[in-house]
């Protein structure tokens, strides 16, 4: 996806080996090859979907994953009202699933990408942390269910987590290929 894209060239250009997690239901294979391309680098991508344990513990098991930054959600709030099943399943389901598997692997660190959603459209922008939350959307829900999940997680120990709510992020890369 678009956010995963950008963060992957920084984490190459920063010295770290990103590897990648996606079921391309956001995005073309193509992106990967363009990946590689920017950072003139062979980028680990494994096709499959978080919900699926198997699949995450083949990768899990192939090399030692110091911390995850988790993008993998569907991302429409018009969508979400219309599908909030799917919205469900995936963006809570595959979060614990992404999580428990984390957990089996002693993986402790998380960086996940909410939304600005969460807050209540009563709140003045610009945004903090301090105001109250109050999800309008499926979509933004979902956001919310996890971050507490999350936060519940970081009292028993089982996580470190950083939470990302930003909005609308918009740009490209500098060369224009992402």
Known sequence: GYIGSHAVVALQEAGHTPIIID????????????????????????????????????????????????????????ESMEIPFEYYDNNVNGSITLTRIMDEYKVRHLIFSSTCAVYSPACPAPYDETMPTAPE???????????????????VGKLSVAMLRYFNPIGNHPSGTI
């Not at 344990?53 to 930054?69: G, K, N």
């Not at 959307?137 to 009292?155: N, R």
């Open 23 to 78: 079921n391309l239901s956001n995005c073309e294979s193509s992106v990967h090859q363009r990946l590689e391309q920017l950072t003139n680098t062979k980028i680990r991508c494994h096709v499959g979907d978080i919900r699926d344990e198997e699949f995450l513990r083949s990768v899990f098991e192939i090399q030692p994953i110091d911390a995850v930054i988790h993008f993998a959600a569907m991302k429409s709030v018009s």
């Open 137 to 155: 959307s499926i979509y933004a829900m979902t956001k919310l269910m996890m971050e507490q999940a999350f936060i519940g997680l970081a009292k």
